[in-house]
């Protein structure tokens, strides 16, 4: 049954892909002007400026452009970038490492911190513990992410010096083995996975606290303590399993915001992700590695999605998917 419905839900890929890609395609086009309009230097000719257009396929109806790229992107062919020539799988390859790095990296640390600070504010209910955690989330929900980013830049890298504020690696230490190189990414990785994690944790904290309080007055948790079972028996094997349900589903519904978060901290500490290029690739007007970068993020959070579904399943054994 299980096998059913996961077949189902990726068969379900293609025509939301497809609507995904025209939906972006069109706006795309919406903003005025095209990547010849960013041609700055007045001596150019305006008949090279059309033959620069009809090579990159400017200058025909946006329905024919759209067309022609959805069947060469059926073919995992999304065209040259505009600038640099090279393909868009390449670039979007070299890329995608490092944000994977940093997006997987702020989700484990995010679950380890989280799940284990709204358990406990749970079962220390309106203690200092609590309360504190309760200020620190709402502040944390409230600070924007791109002042917090360079607040810890301004204090760790600014005044301090402790961290590198840009880039992912010291240039200098390329030649260095392996585990030297590992140490400066993961030196270089601390304030912008520091500021993903901050932004994430306030909010799953919060759901991870309401959730254990729900479990917590259950009848069956009731029964388990009117048992004589132990205090950690009953928080760690009884009542945890269930509140976790909820935080599967958040956390496949804030893949959208890792992706929006990472372009912002991609950005703002030159971090050499897809984020940033997205980001360039936008002022650019880089139409290929534009759609590229959508495809890509839609796919990869959709399948997010799919796995915290099959994850759900897995965690409470009573859903049956396929079955009404």
Not at 100 to 106: E, I
Not at 299 to 312: E, K, P, Q, S, W
Request: proline letters at 6%; hydrophobic letters at 55%.
């Amino acid at each position: 049954m299980m096998r059913k419905y996961i077949w189902g839900r990726l068969l379900q890929l293609i025509p939301l892909l497809i609507g995904i890609s025209l939906i972006s395609f069109f706006v795309m086009h919406l903003a005025p002007g095209d990547p010849t309009s960013l041609f700055i230097d007045p001596n150019v000719n305006p008949i090279e400026l059309a033959r620069v257009r009809a090579n990159w396929g400017l200058d025909q109806p946006i329905a024919v452009q759209y067309f022609k790229w959805l069947i060469n992107a059926a073919r995992l062919d999304f065209g040259h970038s505009l600038i640099t020539g090279q393909p868009v799988i390449s670039e979007i390859g070299e890329r995608l490492p490092a944000t994977l790095l940093l997006m997987f990296s702020s989700l484990i640390l995010t679950l380890l911190i989280a799940i284990p600070i709204g358990v406990i504010s749970a079962v220390r209910k309106n203690s200092w513990f609590d309360n504190f955690f309760t200020v620190f989330s709402f502040a944390g929900m409230a600070i924007p992410t791109f002042w917090l980013a360079l607040m810890l830049m301004l204090l760790f890298s600014v005044q301090l010096n402790w961290l590198p504020a840009v880039g992912m690696f010291n240039p200098l230490m390329t030649h260095t083995n392996i585990f030297w190189r590992a140490l400066d990414v993961a030196i270089h990785l601390i304030l912008p996975l520091a500021t993903m994690t901050i932004v994430s944790l306030a909010g799953i904290s919060r759901y991870q606290r309401a959730a254990m309080l729900e479990v917590l007055n259950q009848d069956y948790i009731k029964v388990a303590r009117a048992k004589g079972l132990p205090e950690r028996k009953v928080i760690f094997k009884h009542a945890l399993r269930n509140a976790l349900l909820p935080i599967v589903t958040i956390m496949g519904l804030s893949l959208p915001d890792l992706f929006g978060g990472a372009f912002i901290i991609e950005t703002i500490f030159a971090w050499p992700g897809m984020g940033r290029l997205g980001v360039q690739s936008i002022f650019q007007r880089n139409y290929p590695v534009i759609m590229g970068i959508v495809m890509l993020s839609a796919l990869m959070i959709v399948l997010g999605n799919l796995l915290a579904d099959i994850c759900y399943a897995l965690v409470d054994p009573r859903i049956r998917y396929g079955k009404e």
